[in-house]
């Protein structure tokens, strides 16, 4: 920074002070006996300074002042200071020349850099001007010797220099043990702290040391040390000696705790870089040691290990190039460098992948059916789905020496299974999977995708990032250690994504027969084959995945199970299990048919049987408590005991759908959901109005647009279904979809929103046997709508009797089981006016 933007350069005094500068002292010293030989003997301007005038010398009583930034210097002190203000170069050429006095004052605001009289404190220092030298910049350099201390009384002028009317402040000046213990620690500290900082020389150490005046010992301590402004100036205001000591005692103690925990942080550091140096000969010498005995050094074990390693690993031309590569970067470099742990743990993972351990499939076709028959009830699709996937890998098994290799690149043999089982919640699509794995003997993984954003988890990161690991599949695959197992990817449709990635794009690439032969990690950067794997997926709805993931997969719809289903299921597999966990055996306990169909009709209401198990397990430790707590032993489960046992029945869907529908306006539809198919009644009422129309159940806009489609059609058609054409003018219409809270919408609710309008018009209520389900025209055409088969368990599950559905429908029917075929009268429609006159 220039020099003139500076009353005092702060950081040069510092460097003087502290280190001395010799050079300085003696040009100093030079200039002085060049300015004295240019003098004349009498002249005026030589008034070269006497002994006794610094022994006791009188202040005047106007001084010039010179404003300090930064800065408070002391009396009894030296101190060197520069010069750069127009003003103050004035008035310390016009003090040289005159009588060498000027007051020091300290500026309050160090950052103002020409400070007025009303910015200076009041007290201050007189000093004498010993020598000063004139920089080829235009600045002075001087040294002055603090004399006494002064308050000013009033300013006298501001320019061309301050000037003011000052009185000396002699400090008050105490004997006694206090002030010579307090001056003996202010000595200790200070040569303790010089100790811990070498620019401080020793020299000046020993002279004050050596100084047996309080005062002057606080002066010339305070002097050296690093002080804030206000608390260098409180310490110069002070008259007592004690308050001084007191007050320096303080700045001394804290300025040596700084001090010593700055050398134990130096220390510290100092003994870390030495212990790393030290292991880093030593391990240099053990090699050498190692070497003369014909030893192998750690490192070099390593590297022949990762050698033997990749050898029997059967990589790929791709990976083993690149192992190669990274194993010798790892030979050349040092282990205590930090590349050295990323380069190790990435070959771990090389050799470490099942690039060619394969399990043998069983082909045994019987053996398998056996398997899947044994761990599942029904789900035949599923079963038949693998016993062709068996049969085909057989049959190419056998006849492999009959088939040409195919050279053809873009229509390459794909040999995995990529399938997606769809189904409500507990119809058994993860442990299908484990059967499946079972059957075939192959080992089964299971990755759950519920809740995953990040992409890097199915791909993995980067090996630039600290702490990089390969994605989920091939973390997968080195865990189970086989490169064709059964992989189970669950919850496909609960994939999230946000900033970090899409997960489902980067599924494409692992489910994509085409492409997954050459899947690449961004961890390994190499080509990894997954071609091999059965990648099984699962999900309770395909809405939430995107159409280029679904397009690669071969979708399998598990439906939810009958009444007859679920007793057998529980027989054969839930009951047994939950005696097994209660600690019962089998003759100790036992369920029959009717109370299992008790515990399905009043106690769940679900596609699945988890909730069905669940109330077994109830069964079984209720059962458990009582044969402990009363020694009541209970062997067989009637339905006497079930409601004893359980408790009041949770539903009874029939007597509701009775209550509901026995007044007019009240229409009973079907609804599919993902957790399976349910019944949705649909309420409508009239009141005194002018033609106002309101939907509420939280629906959604196609389910709105339904309603207003049904009673745009009724409107048009009153006269043929017997109702008043002006009565709409007259009253206000309000349809309902109950369980408010639940999202509800799609266009299969029409029929029923129509038949429900038509008995409220019409004053007849609705059969509470019949349910419906279809979309409708404007024109009242019935149109074909999804999920036929969850919705006709649905009903078969609640008790309706004849379902009203569109015609186009009916092959689905198909699908269904033959006791809901034969509980149930099907009628398959064309037109909204077919239902109104059989429904009601």
Request: glycine share 6%; aromatic share 6%; net charge negative.
């Amino acid at each position: 920074m220039p020099a003139e933007k500076w009353e005092i350069d702060i950081q040069e005094i510092m460097q003087w002070m502290i280190r001395g500068e010799q050079e300085f002292a003696q040009m100093l010293m030079d200039f002085d006996l060049e300015e004295n030989e240019k003098q004349e003997p009498g002249s005026k301007n030589a008034k070269p300074l006497d002994e006794n005038t610094l022994k006791d010398p009188e202040i005047p009583g106007i001084l010039p002042i010179l404003p300090l930034r930064g800065l408070v210097v002391y009396p009894q002190t030296a101190v060197p200071l520069t010069i750069g203000q127009p003003r103050s170069i004035k008035l310390v050429d016009e003090a040289a020349s005159s009588n060498k006095w000027v007051g020091l004052v300290t500026s309050r605001k160090s950052d103002i850099e020409r400070p007025n009289s009303s910015d200076l404190y009041q007290y201050g220092t007189a000093a004498l001007v010993h020598r000063l030298f004139r920089a080829p910049d235009g600045t002075i350099r001087l040294l002055v010797q603090g004399v006494s201390r002064f308050k000013i009384k009033k300013f006298l002028s501001e320019e061309p220099y301050i000037t003011a009317e000052v009185f000396p402040q002699s400090e008050k000046i105490e004997t006694g043990l206090e002030i010579e213990a307090l001056t003996r620690n202010v000595r200790d500290q200070f040569i303790h702290i010089a100790e811990l900082l070498p620019s401080i020389p020793r020299e000046l150490v020993a002279t004050i040391n050596n100084l047996s005046d309080p005062l002057q010992t606080v002066y010339n301590i305070a002097n050296l040390q690093k002080i804030d402004i206000e608390t260098a100036q409180n310490l110069l205001e002070l008259d007592s000696v004690i308050d001084k000591l007191h007050l320096l005692v303080g700045l001394l103690t804290k300025e040596t705790e700084v001090l010593d925990l700055g050398k134990k942080i130096q220390n510290d550091a100092r003994e870390e870089i030495d212990k790393v140096q030290r292991e880093y000969f030593l391990r240099e010498q053990l090699k050498a040691i190692q070497k003369e005995l014909g030893n192998e050094d750690t490192h070099t074990a390593e590297i022949n290990e990762f050698r033997d390693r990749i050898k029997i690993s059967g990589m790929p031309p791709e990976p083993l190039k690149q192992a190669e590569s990274e194993l010798e970067r790892l030979e050349r470099l040092p282990t205590a460098a930090a590349e050295y742990g990323v380069i190790r743990t990435y070959l771990d993972w090389l050799v470490s992948l099942p690039w060619k351990t394969t399990n043998d499939d069983n082909l045994d076709i019987k053996h398998a059916d056996e398997v899947l028959e044994h761990d599942h009830y029904g789900l035949d699709e599923v079963k038949d789905r693998i016993i062709e996937f068996l049969a085909v890998r057989k049959l190419k098994l056998e006849r492999s020496g009959d088939i040409k290799d195919d050279t053809d690149e873009i229509r390459k043999i794909r040999e995995g299974v990529i399938l997606c089982f769809v189904g409500p919640p507990g119809v058994g699509k993860t442990s299908l999977g484990q059967s499946i794995a079972r059957a075939l003997d192959r080992k089964f993984i299971r990755a759950s995708l519920g809740g995953i954003r990040d992409e890097a988890e199915i791909r993995g990161h980067r090996r630039t990032y600290i702490g990089a690991m390969p994605g989920r599949i091939l973390q997968s695959l080195r865990r189970v250690e086989s490169n064709n197992p059964v992989f189970m990817l669950d919850e496909i449709d609960k994939l999230g994504n946000d900033f970090r990635g899409d997960p489902s794009s980067a599924l494409l690439e692992v489910l994509d027969p085409e492409q997954n032969s050459e899947f690449r990690d961004n961890y390994l950067e190499v080509a990894y084959d997954l071609s091999q794997i059965m990648f099984i997926t699962t999900a309770n709805q395909l809405d939430s995945i995107p159409s280029p993931l679904l397009d690669r997969m071969e979708v399998i719809r598990l439906s939810g199970y009958t009444e007859n289903e679920k007793v057998k299921i529980a027989q054969g597999y839930l009951v047994p299990r939950q005696l097994k966990e209660n600690g019962l055996r089998e003759k100790e306990l036992k369920l029959k048919d009717d109370s299992l169909l008790e515990i399905i009709r009043s106690y769940t209401r679900e596609s699945g049987v988890r909730n069905l198990e669940r109330n077994i397990g109830s069964i079984c430790r209720k059962v458990v408590t009582l044969r402990e707590k009363s020694n009541k032993k209970i062997r067989v489960i009637s339905n006497k005991y079930v409601r004893e046992l359980l408790g009041r029945p949770k539903f009874a869907p029939f007597e509701e759908i009775i209550k509901r529908t026995s007044v007019p306006g009240v229409a009973t539809g079907l609804a599919w959901t993902p957790v399976g198919g349910q019944i949705l009644f649909i309420e409508a009422t009239s009141m005194p109005g002018n033609k106002d129309y309101k939907i509420t159940g939280s629906i959604g806009d196609v389910m709105k647009e339904s309603a207003e489609a049904a009673l745009s059609y009724l409107r048009s058609h009153a006269e043929e279904f017997g109702i008043p054409k002006n009565i709409f003018k007259d009253i206000d219409i309000h349809v309902h979809i109950p369980s408010g809270a639940q999202p509800k919408d799609g266009p299969s609710a029409g029929i029923t929103i129509v038949s429900s309008l038509a008995s409220l018009l019409t004053g007849k209520p609705i059969h509470p046997e019949i349910g419906m389900t279809g979309e409708i025209s404007l024109r009242g055409n019935i149109l074909p709508v999804g999920g036929i088969k969850e919705k006709m368990l649905a009903a078969h599950r609640v008790g309706l009797k004849r379902i009203f559905l569109p015609k186009e429908n009916l092959k689905d029917l198909d699908d269904l089981p033959d006791e809901i075929r034969k509980d149930i009268e099907f009628i398959g429609v064309d037109n909204i006016g077919e239902v109104i006159k059989q429904a009601m």
